[in-house]
């Protein structure tokens, strides 16, 4: 895709659908013919676009990126846990801040830092509200940057931080419980969340089957992002299920 049109495109996926349904993988978690695998079943089974990344990060993404461009036709849309993890050869990356969190290097620290080589590599930023939700148990992302998660049961500090995710220009909220979490976003906080602000929702984090990912699109997602259920069992038939779940 042509860089520029990727936030159009999911958009327009939006549309299309009631909602989209995207893959995350995490190079740390797959060889690089693993990832290319899983890029094919994710293509084979409907998938809108694949998420690219990780909180923490060994592995080199500029080979990954390289290759999954040539044997894929899905928008790659890098997923960052801090400024190093770049690549030119994607087609967007969501340009997070984590807004749920109050430490500074992560609402405009690491961003800073990006701009630049974002600016060189020519990637399409998505400015996108992250916002960590307890999942009952502590996440990667939770300790890598240092935040507390918003709790479960206050809708009301959700949305208010979304809202000011949409004030500020963002694009996208990210509601996200976390990899491998104990439990998803709750529904209610989703559909509060989406009664408050007008940009789309993508929520993540212990989605663990196509059923539940059909509930949070119920609730009100805009799309549903699955990567630890994926890791564990790399199913094409369990992609599909997902899409058609969340497509309805």
Not at 67 to 75: C, S
Not at 80 to 98: E, F, K, N, V
Not at 116 to 132: S, W
Not at 218 to 245: C, H, P, W, Y
Request: proline share 6%; with cysteine; glycine share 8%.
């Amino acid at each position: 895709m042509q860089t520029g049109t990727i936030l159009n495109y999911l958009h327009q996926t939006i549309k299309r659908y009631r909602a989209g349904y995207l893959v995350l993988i995490d190079p740390d978690q797959f060889t690089v013919s693993d990832c290319v695998e899983s890029a094919h079943q994710a293509e084979e089974a409907g998938t809108d676009a694949l998420l690219l990344g990780g909180s923490f990060l060994t592995t080199d993404l500029q080979p990954v990126v390289e290759i999954l461009k040539k044997e894929t036709r899905l928008p790659i849309i890098l997923f960052p846990g801090d400024a190093m993890h770049l690549s030119p050869h994607a087609d967007a990356i969501l340009y997070l801040s984590l807004i749920s969190g109050r430490n500074a290097n992560f609402l405009i620290g690491e961003q800073v830092k990006a701009a630049p080589r974002l600016r060189q590599y020519d990637i399409e930023p998505i400015p996108t509200g992250y916002m960590l939700i307890d999942s009952g148990r502590q996440t990667s992302v939770g300790f890598i940057s240092g935040t507390t998660p918003l709790p479960r049961d206050k809708s009301d500090l959700a949305w208010a931080h979304a809202l000011a995710a949409e004030y500020l220009g963002m694009q996208l909220v990210y509601l996200e419980a976390g990899s491998g979490a104990e439990q998803p976003v709750p529904n209610q906080m989703i559909t509060t969340v989406k009664e408050h602000i007008s940009i789309p929702v993508l929520v993540g984090g212990g989605i663990t089957t196509p059923e539940i990912a059909a509930q949070k699109v119920e609730a009100g997602a805009d799309f549903i992002v699955t990567g630890t259920v994926i890791e564990n069992n790399r199913s094409l038939t369990l992609m599909k299920q997902f899409a058609d779940a969340v497509h309805g």
